[in-house]
């Protein structure tokens, strides 16, 4: 047992790294994926019953079931009806959010095309157990995603939830519950798009109706199963409507593995920046020869126009360490991200050897006043001067004469060829907030460093998504709008993007709770909150370990309550790893690495930051060191 480290145990637990790496040898087991419902997400009924035959099903394109209106032109009463009392989604502000009829984008890591909506056309379809066709010929796929809202009729604005079906082409069939908030009640932080207001039966406009939303909601699949076609789900309640817009599959590839990763945290000013670049410090975990780059507008009210990417090995502050690669989006050099969307960019050959620093540069043609960001960077990132053009293949650094404090719109770097990642996934002691800057010395890159020296483990991808200030249960950025507060939304409602869309990730690290009950909810909310991102870890094929909190006696609000609420939950985790049904691969006692054993409420003096709640670099180095490496992969 190494360091503070107390074993865990679980049954039938999903496939390892070893797994994944051996996945040749793996691609013929048949592994069927549960998935429990959490926070409007979906899960699996594990029944195995005969399919239909395709010809049998009636499975038809989505395009062609659409048989609801529920986009309007604004102050055009009368010609859509959403919610069964008249009122619609706004085209203008679908259109200014850069949603456009016809449209390709993605949501969840998986490419979704827009109804062709106009005046007059139907746009969207009310499940009701309709077959619907994904492919023109049975596929694998990774997951579904469903970009729907919910309607209801009884003025509660409670969830909406049917039950639906995939039937595979060997002839079995998954059960599958989908669970979509209400547009006009349901959160802001869980949602894929936030529109500021709805047509209504009588006019249009803010005061109206106020904002509406779209979701976008995952359903895992069996990948070594082709999907035939999926009944949409039926919905039990006659006050409820789940209405679906569009319906695609993840496509079901091992290709890719995350090498780094960050969270988006908030919607914050920034700048303005306008013609000008941006240039972002990042670091490899794992290795590959081929790459690729994620970008995000999570939370956006507007697009955002890329005009160039580049990234290059970086020599010493802006300074690139070679010749930047310029990449491309289909082709093109630059490319627009719709509010919500994403854009991942053309693969590019180019050799990323483990704990490598990269540079990436961003031109950003247009004003941009407001941008998602990830706040606690700790890398020193930096900008040209406003109407400097694009400086994306700049070698010497020079143009690069401010700095920015967070990253903006970069959300991930991509390898081919790697064995697979472990997300970590907490608050701000993950985050790495007050850890040395540009030292790299947060538990995670400690973790990381450690997997790339053993000589008998692969090495895996390390992804931190921690988000400083984080709770498990309830958001610190609402979700929508402008903000100072940049503590991302609840860790239940970014799961579904910031960890289950991820690429190549086996495990799951969960190192969160403080914070919750620094700001009030009891250990049985926290408890409840962990058990259910492990539940739906697991369902999605990924290993879950969990840890116990740290002590902060004499930090900004760890008062008496709460340290007794602390030990609470840590005596909950502690007793989970001797308990054969626990939900958690493995239980891990960081608590005992950092506290004080002359005064276990406390950090111990010499791995305390100065605020007695972070652990300096030393503490985090020792949280690191505790972790079994030979647990973590899964050997």
């Known amino acids: 047992m190494d360091g503070g480290r107390t074993a865990g145990h679980g049954t039938d637990r999903p496939a390892t790294v070893w797994d994944h790496v051996l996945r040749v040898v793996s691609l013929g087991t048949v592994v069927v994926l549960l998935l429990v419902a959490f926070n409007a997400s979906v899960s699996r009924d594990v029944a195995v019953r005969p399919a239909e035959e395709r010809g049998e099903s009636g499975a038809l394109p989505l395009s062609d079931v659409l048989d609801g209106t529920g986009v309007s032109q604004d102050g055009t009463v009368g010609s859509a009806d959403l919610d069964g009392a008249g009122n619609s989604l706004s085209a203008r502000t679908l259109a200014a959010a850069g949603w456009r009829p016809g ?18 056309r139907p746009d969207h379809v009310t499940a009701d157990g309709q077959s619907v066709a994904l492919s023109a010929a049975p596929a694998r796929w990774d997951s579904l995603t469903f970009l729907a809202t919910g309607t209801r009729t009884d003025g509660t604005g409670a969830d909406v939830r049917g039950e639906g079906r995939v039937v595979y082409a060997d002839g079995t069939t998954q059960d599958f519950p989908l669970s979509v908030p209400d547009w006009a009640a349901g959160p802001a932080g869980d949602a894929a798009l936030s529109l500021p207001y709805a047509n209504s039966a009588t006019g249009f406009g803010q005061g109206a109706i106020g904002s509406v939303r779209l979701y976008a909601r995952s359903v895992p699949l069996d990948q070594g199963r082709e999907v035939d076609h999926v009944v949409l789900p039926t919905v039990a309640d006659d006050d409820a409507s789940l209405h679906v817009f569009s319906l695609g599959g993840r496509p079901a590839t091992q290709a890719w593995t995350g090498t780094w990763a960050r969270a988006v945290s908030g919607y914050a000013s920034v700048g303005p920046w306008e013609d000008q670049t941006l240039r972002m410090t990042v670091r490899t975990t794992t290795g590959g020869h081929k790459a690729r780059l994620r970008f995000d507008n999570t939370f956006a009210a507007r697009p955002v126009t890329l005009g160039a990417v580049s990234v290059s090995l970086r020599g010493q502050g802006a300074a690139t360490h070679g010749a930047a690669v310029p990449l491309t989006f289909d082709g093109a050099p630059g490319a627009v991200i719709p509010a919500g969307g994403r854009l991942v960019t053309d693969p590019v050959d180019l050799l990323l050897p483990p704990q490598t620093e990269l540079l990436v540069s961003v031109h950003l043609p247009e004003r941009v006043t407001a941008a998602p960001i990830h706040y606690a960077s700790v890398d020193t990132n930096y900008t040209s001067v406003p109407g400097s053009g694009d400086q994306t293949l700049d070698r010497t650094g020079e143009p690069f004469t401010g700095l920015v404090e967070q990253w903006p719109f970069l959300t991930g770097v991509e390898v081919t060829d790697g064995p697979g990642a472990v997300v970590t996934y907490g608050d701000s002691i993950t985050d790495g907030l007050r850890s040395t800057r540009d030292g790299h010395a947060r538990w995670p890159d400690v973790l990381s460093a450690r997997l790339h020296r053993s000589q008998d483990l692969p090495n895996l991808g390390v992804l931190n998504l921690g988000v400083a200030g984080n709770r498990i249960t309830s958001d610190g950025y609402p979700g929508e709008g402008v903000s100072t507060y940049a503590s991302g939304v609840s860790m239940l409602h970014r799961a579904q993007r ?9 495990a799951l690290v969960v190192f969160a709770g403080i914070n919750d009950l620094r700001w009030g909810a009891t250990p049985d909310v926290v408890v409840a909150g962990l058990g259910r991102l492990a539940l739906t870890a697991e369902e999605h094929g990924v290993r879950v370990f969990v840890a116990t909190l740290a002590p902060c006696a004499g930090g900004s609000r760890c008062t008496p309550e709460v340290e007794e609420a602390r030990q ?6 502690r007793s989970e790893a001797s308990d054969p049904e626990s939900v958690f691969t493995g239980v891990w006692d960081f608590d005992a690495v950092l506290r004080d054993p002359a005064l276990p409420e406390r950090l111990r003096p010499e791995f305390d930051s100065g605020d007695h709640l972070h652990p300096n670099d030393a503490g985090l180095r020792a949280v690191a060191e505790s972790v079994d490496l030979y647990e973590l992969v899964g050997g």
Not at 568 to 573: D, E, F, G, P, S
């Open 498 to 506: 910031d960890v289950f869309a991820q690429n190549g990730v086996e």
């Open 568 to 573: 609470r939950v840590n005596a909950h985790l």
């Open 103 to 120: 449209q390709e984008l993605v949501l969840l890591d998986t490419p979704l095309e827009l109804p062709a909506y106009g005046p007059g």
